[in-house]
């Protein structure tokens, strides 16, 4: 069975305008890399085996909370640059749409969530032009909050 691979251009990260319904647009400036980690913390719990305590225990692990975490960059659009100097400023969540794959194929999905921009930053050197990196948490994820990409 061949591999079914993922383009760069079918990783997509938008922001929501915050209008009802929601319409979703992805910055120009996330336009050189992009980094989506999903984490967990977990609890453990060490479960003794009553019938054969001479066993090693088993650990049961339970997951206290589930974030995601957004990373891009590339090359600065000014278009896009006060929009994204002002949610870092202004430390308030917005809607934000992470899709990857290709529409109602196997295996796409899609997270709608808020998050936070906890870093953004532009960077340049002589002669060259400027380029920026945005990092987002997410705030109040939820299941409900991955779905297929259909």
């Given amino acids: 069975m061949a591999t079914t691979t993922v383009a760069f251009s079918k990783v997509l990260i938008k922001k929501g305008d915050g209008a009802s319904p929601e319409a979703y647009t992805a910055p120009c400036l996330i336009n050189g890399s992009k ?84 870093d953004f930053s532009i960077n340049t050197n002589r002669p060259t032009t400027a380029e920026c990196d945005i990092s987002l948490a997410s705030s109040a994820l939820t299941a409900a909050s991955i779905t297929a990409l259909t």
Wanted: charged content about 20%; aromatic content about 6%; some cysteine.
């Fill in 35 to 118: 980094a989506i980690q999903i984490t967990a913390s977990y609890s453990e719990d060490v479960i003794p085996d009553c019938d054969n305590p001479d066993d090693p225990a088993q650990i049961l692990r339970q997951a206290d909370s589930i974030s995601v975490t957004i990373n891009g960059s590339g090359k600065l659009h000014q278009d896009d640059a006060k929009t994204y100097v002002d949610l870092a400023l202004g430390g308030v969540a917005a809607n934000w749409s992470i899709e990857v794959g290709t529409a109602s194929a196997t295996g796409a999905f899609k997270i709608r969530a808020p998050f936070v921009v906890t």
